[in-house]
């Protein structure tokens, strides 16, 4: 099972790359301006929630603590800071996952939601399962902004990676 969850980790960060390097062909007003195809509000809005989502679960599964809020959009005003703050996570994720046993990931993490008003107890590896599938979420999103603006990803599906791999 560990090696399930570090194959989908390694593609989780393929296609962020992905995203991140469509992302930088984009204007400035175009990174932060609305969109009706991200939940997040924009571009940039859409990168902070799905990196604000890794660092918050990682927080809760390594070290048993519930930050009290998401990482603010205004605290990542280019894409510049956003792919550092994102690449030390990848780091971060990447390293916790490989200490993981396939034993840890039966393991039962109880966390707050960040208002710290409800409780909830998941699995582990649910847990890392889920955050893949989220982080999927907001990359179709991302996808779609910026096919609109003349900057497709390309073809992010699973399979692709896979290819990739084997070739």
């Known amino acids: 099972m560990k090696q399930t969850i570090i194959k989908l980790y ?5 296609a962020n790359h992905l995203i991140l390097e469509k992302a930088a062909q984009v204007t400035e007003n175009q990174f932060t301006a609305p969109s009706h195809c991200s939940s997040a509000g924009s571009l940039r809005g859409a990168l902070v929630h799905t990196l604000s989502a890794e660092w918050i679960w990682r927080s809760r599964c390594q070290f048993g603590v519930s930050p009290s809020g998401m990482l603010q959009e205004a605290d990542f005003p280019t ?16 390293a916790y996952i490989e200490s993981l046993t396939d034993g840890d990931l039966n393991q039962i993490i109880a966390y707050t939601n ?10 582990l590896g649910d847990i890392l399962h889920h ?3 989220h982080g999927m979420q907001h990359r179709s999103e991302m996808a779609a902004i910026l096919t609109d603006l003349g900057q497709s990803p390309g073809n992010i599906d699973f399979i692709v990676f896979l290819r990739r791999l084997s070739s």
């Open 10 to 14: 390694q593609y989780n960060y393929w």
């Open 114 to 123: 960040t208002s710290g008003t409800m409780s909830f107890e998941t699995q």
């Open 131 to 133: 955050l893949v599938l």
């Open 79 to 94: 894409l510049a800071s956003i792919t550092s703050r994102w690449q030390e996570e990848e780091n971060a994720m990447l």
